[in-house]
């Protein structure tokens, strides 16, 4: 009985060793198998330090490949607070160089943390203050790279375009719209340190960024830089409140251009106020059109064929009544008898009034929003308002009327634009859009691309043409004769709207306009300028804006390689109006012959000889008869 009684008990025993060791075996099992990758990765965090390297942000280019915006490469500060041996004298360094207070930077230098960045005084540093810190060689104190926003034009494009805060995120226009695209992957160094944070001598593993991907805009740099100079060319002469153009494909919806006045440099966007930087005004301002608007109405009135433009009569007297409402012509007296392709051409808005009670407020309104009036044009711009149109129920015979030439209503340039596009280019609407296509950056293969968007039909291909014929006679016979170029199918608008204040019109304060074509015959591009109260001027949308179109057409015609065609219409004159001729090729000719040949220029010469070696400007440039052509003489 004994004996069996130990026997149990050895049993018990043996058996409760080996469910243990069995236990034990299945613990190590369990770790090395199942769970060695996580416990590997714990131990690795306790004892591993990632030296982080910033992925650079993705490039943004125009059309035609420019950088319109990249990065530089900097660095930046990090301590490992348990290498730092002098606490004090790191402290009283770094605060020296990076202008910063002791208190500040001791914080910095122990406070209990594997890596600390001294931000933002030690963020995107110059090359100088760099170098000063690499060279103390204090401990634990690390110089990493960072990559800072660069724009290499400045100011071009700034409100479309945007700009990044100090971690390179985006946070405005098209770097903030494009953020997940444009931000890419950070990566690092990683090293191994004891328990102290001493760097062990142990291999170091790099981990390589992930740059962003890179955007392709519809921008012409080319055609972008001709419209900023000609809007600072503006600001100068006339002191706006604003000043904006656009340029776009009318077959596409591509806007080739783009920008406004007041405008920011991005890379120094903390100088400016929310307002600057924030207010895209080409997609973001509303106001009242006025006469670019009648290009709707012109439209609208041919497609219902409520108008025979060369045949139908109507006589101007100064002005008309509307339910009481005296509605006056800009000329004093008005036109007298016309055709309303002379309405056309006088931009006559009693005549514009009388198409807008033929077609009634139900067409009139439905070609309005057809067209896009009324409702954002889906533009890939952030900011973009929708403007106001009547409500249908509210409109009266004097609604009606102010609408029809471009009073009352509120619209955006980009509506305007977009609109006047779809009525040139054969009657099709498109989405106007900025960013062409998104690409990776190592391969350049398309993972994102933007392609012409049909939103309706709207007018046929003959009232189109008819349309087409009337701006033309617009820019060669009547209120746009300013944006005339020789030997150039240019189609346009005029527009001069009075400012509305706390529901009042307000005096000498206008928004004059130029809605531009070419060639009207085939159009390749539109082109919209208007400039907001323009000071020591008359201001009409004839004298200001046309030119300054004009100026940005003659650049747009060289970059685009446009030819000069026949069958357009010869302008018309009247006594107050430039003439333009072509300069001719003199170099060669002997002074004499030289002269008489530039009969209708201002001559200059210099040097000495009789024979011309020189000429500026150069031979078949056009230029104001009358302008000074300088002629250098050699033998």
Known sequence: MFYKNIHIRINIIFSVFLLCFILIIGKVFYIQVYSYEKLNSNAEDLWSRNLPIEADRGNIFDRNGIKLASNITTTSVVIIPNQVTNPEKVSEKLSAILNTSYEDMYKHVTKKTSIERIHPEGRRLSY???????????DGVYLVKESKRYYPYGSLLSHSLGFVGIDNQGLSGLELMYDKYLTGESGAIKYFSDAKGNRLDLIETYEQPQDGMDITLTINYEIQNALERELNNAVNKYNPDHALGIVMDPNTGEILAL?????????????????????????????????????????????????????????????????????????????????FMEVVQNSCNPGFVILGQRLGKEKLFSYIKKLGFGSKTGVDLNGESTGIIFNLDNV?????????????????????????????????????????????????????????????????????????????????????????????????????????????????????????????????????????????????????????????????????????????????????????????NVIGMEKKEAIKLLKNLKVEFSGSGNKVIYQSPSAYTTIYEGDTIKLMLGN
């Open 128 to 138: 100088e203050i760099a170098d000063k810190i690499n060279n103390l060689k204090l």
């Open 259 to 339: 920008a406004s006045r007041p405008d920011f440099e991005p890379s120094n966007y903390q100088n400016y106020t929310v307002e600057e930087i924030n207010r895209n005004l080409p997609v973001w301002m509303t106001y009242e059109p006025g006469s670019t608007f009648k290009v709707i109405t012109l439209a609208a009135s041919l497609e219902e064929k409520i108008v025979d433009l060369d045949k139908d009569m109507y006589h101007d007297s100064g002005a008309i009544n509307v339910e009481g409402a005296r509605i006056k012509c800009w000329k004093s007296g008005g036109h007298g008898t016309q055709t």
């Open 396 to 584: 009266g015979p004097v609604e009606l009327a102010t609408t029809a030439f471009g009073q009352g209503v509120s619209v955006t340039p980009i509506q305007q634009i977009t609109a006047v596009s779809a009525i040139v280019n054969g009657g099709t609407l498109y989405k106007p859009y900025i960013v062409k296509s998104v690409s990776e950056p190592e391969t350049g293969s398309v993972i994102l691309e933007n392609k012409p968007q049909i939103v309706r039909k709207v007018i046929s291909e003959d009232t189109s043409l008819k349309v087409r014929e009337a701006l033309e006679n617009v820019v060669s016979l009547g209120s746009g004769r300013s944006a005339y170029i020789e030997g150039y199918r240019i189609g346009g608008k005029t527009g001069t709207a009075q400012k509305v204040e706390n529901g009042k019109y307000l005096y000498g304060n206008y928004i004059v306009s130029f809605m531009g074509v070419m060639p009207s015959n085939n159009p390749k591009v539109v082109v919209y300028i208007a400039i907001d109260n323009a000071k020591g001027a008359t201001q009409y949308g004839g004298t200001i804006a046309a030119p300054i179109a004009r100026s940005l057409l003659l650049d747009i015609i060289d970059i685009l390689d446009i030819k000069k065609e026949a069958g357009g219409k010869n302008k018309n004159y009247n006594y107050y109006d430039k003439r333009f001729t072509t300069v001719p």
